[in-house]
């Protein structure tokens, strides 16, 4: 810092007239021989050094503190390692800091989920503090509390569509889904959902899975704690587990014809054959030249 700070007092303020430290015995005080700083300096209140609850160690802590530069190291550790005191009393005197207001101890959750704790160090506590209203004389205005702001329902997860739109299947699907209920109460869902969820439910009975299976690749499972959305998770294991469509069948021909039996001419013997022969295989067969 080159420039001279022009916040800065020319000088410490005086204590106040209450403080032990300011009382004189028999001429001897205490006399200071400043001389101004411009560069590698750090502004500290009265208010912290003349703190009158607070320890020495903490309030050179709370000094040392304030003149780190972000992110510096603040934990028991690194602090028990730069100074004599050990961890106890270096841990003792942050709560005091910290009861006090000149230290907050945040809890954050990095990018990669890790919960780490964040020093701040607060050079002035009473600065966050709400300051009182004045006292008028006069009863406070009744303030009309704001209308809470409504925010539209998140839209649930797109669910599956069935090829085919018969009427007994949406029907079938909409049992299915109001039954729900009755195997698990928190799967109590409103009309709209159950309308939406209903050719999701058509989707997998078109393809030959029976109502049995549908209900209990729905309900079976479920996580222990209370339910936020039900609708929400239904829709979301229709199109999860949907299952693949049943392999493609060759449509059956006719049945064989079946010929009434008759008498061969040549040997009399019985066999069934079209009407417009009159011989028996072997009777052919013989008579071939």
Known sequence: MDTQNT???????????DNPSRTRRHGCGLTHD??????????????????????????????HLQSLPTGAGADIKSLAARFP???TRIAAALRELEAHGYLRRERHRTETGRIVTRTVSCNQPQAGRRRE??????????????????????ALPAVPRPSSTAPGLLE???DLLTDLRRRD?????SAAETAHLAPGVAAWLERDVGTRAVRHALSDGLPDEPLRRPAALLAHRLADRLPPPPPLRTPAGPPPRRYEVRNCDGCDRGFRTPETE???????????P
Not at 185 to 189: A, H, S
Not at 278 to 288: I, S
């Open 34 to 63: 400043n001389v101004r700083h411009t560069t590698g300096f750090v502004v500290i209140g009265n208010h912290l050094v003349q703190h009158k609850e607070l320890s020495l160690l903490a309030i050179g802590l709370s000094c």
């Open 7 to 17: 916040s800065a007092p020319p000088r410490a303020e005086s204590a106040p007239a």
């Open 278 to 288: 009159d011989r028996c295989r072997d009777c052919r067969a013989t008579a071939l």
């Open 185 to 189: 109460p928190r799967l109590l869902l």
């Open 133 to 154: 209203p004045a006292d008028t004389g006069c009863p406070p205005a009744k303030r009309t509390p704001a209308p809470p702001r409504r925010t539209a329902p998140k």
């Open 85 to 87: 005191e050990g961890p």
């Open 172 to 174: 079938a699907a909409l």
